[in-house]
């Protein structure tokens, strides 16, 4: 696919610069996005979250896949009024395909327990 | 249900007013948590979208009901890159019943143009 | 001031549940707009933080007066490139006040440690 | 400064790819964080606005300088009630430089009309 924003960006970009740019924008917007939505662990409420975020976030540039498993474990149950909890730090999984040009690259949010942090990390970078 | 949060505000405070506030809590929070999210004029999307925020923002403390129906009249297509648009304020319609006692609140985000404004309004109150 | 707003409500709709209304509507929104913004217990960024939501969300309809003071409490210091929070649950402490006609109303978020909910609440109700 | 969170990135990741990753992870989280603020043109809250996303996004990982300059072209004036805009796709002017190790990478937010899209973009990749 021709890219029409090519020439904004230096002429030192080469496609796995890019795809690891891309994948990048796209973490950190689902964080930010979606980060502070009223939660419990009803696992229906999850799913629905679930593929709002993948089909929403799989619109951004060069993203080829979006893939979230939100975390349950320490999310209220709903039960009374006010036990339920927002999307934070510790509940989100993604899984994020940018692809531009030959090269592919897979990025990830976890939440690291050491760094006590939702990591941003890219585990894979391919060229076909 | 009881209330175990009634105790810190004013004993003003009469169901009629508290089902009105607690609607109006769950309005801006609809608004401000999802405005920005990427989307087009896919109805699967949207469909998916709408459904999240049905399911989650009905976590919301005395709320009823939401009912999201996303107007895609100005949604990009997504056919190329660049070619998408985000949830923005001509977009949102949301009805929201919060139920507080004996007393039912209907209340509604709806762009006008008149005022070129998403306003935020009641419009039913009932009593039981 | 005339409010062009207000044939949208239903006709039941009186000054007091106005502004309860708009209070609702503001406090709900400061919450889910800001909920997520990285932070530290650096007093100067909290600092600024707190501005910016007090300046932007008075432009809220209605809105007299917005006060944010974070609470720090939990907030890591920054000092290594891991170590930063966001603003969550636990640090918001708003107060809002909404003027509709001849009603005033009060409007706080405050963490509530019995219910472990950042509850917003009415305190004050006045009529002039 | 050593980095706790190098071995859950792939091997292959060298410090150009990581400035790049780390430009492109915080500009989607400003966009995404502060559009839907409400905002009109006038300048003190613009200001607040702006220091206040500086400050904040600057505490993000290997982030050196966060420089924000909204634009306030198609902002309303604030006059009246329901006068006001919010933090849209236009408005955004956002310069971000990134370093880690012997790399620094500058990456901007630009509404660019050619392509009606904010575009976030790297201009300069330099090593010393």
């Known amino acids: 696919m021709k890219d029409k924003a090519k020439k904004?960006?230096?002429?030192?970009?080469?496609?796995?610069?890019?795809a690891i740019f891309e994948?990048?924008?796209?973490?950190?917007?689902?964080y930010h996005q979606?980060?502070?939505?009223?939660?419990?662990?009803?696992?229906?409420?999850?799913?629905?979250?679930?593929e709002?975020?993948?089909?929403?976030?799989?619109?951004?540039?060069?993203?080829?896949?979006v893939k979230i498993s939100i975390i349950?474990?320490?999310?209220?149950?709903?039960?009374?009024?006010y036990d339920y909890s927002e999307l934070g730090r510790?509940?989100?999984k993604a899984d994020v395909i940018a692809a531009y040009g030959t090269v592919k690259v897979s990025g990830k949010i976890r939440y690291i327990e050491e760094?006590?942090?939702p990591l941003m990390y890219i585990d894979d970078i391919s060229a076909s």
Not at 34 to 50: A, C, M, S, V
Request: hydrophobic letters at 35%.
């Open 72 to 81: 349950p474990t320490d999310l209220k149950n709903g039960k009374k009024v």
């Open 90 to 92: 510790a509940n989100f």
């Open 8 to 18: 904004y960006f230096t002429d030192e970009m080469n496609d796995r610069d890019r």
């Open 34 to 50: 979606f980060q502070g939505t009223p939660l419990t662990n009803d696992e229906t409420t999850i799913h629905k979250l679930e």
């Open 52 to 65: 709002a975020i993948e089909a929403t976030m799989s619109k951004q540039p060069w993203i080829e896949n």
């Open 115 to 117: 760094l006590d942090f």
């Open 23 to 30: 994948c990048g924008i796209t973490l950190g917007a689902i």
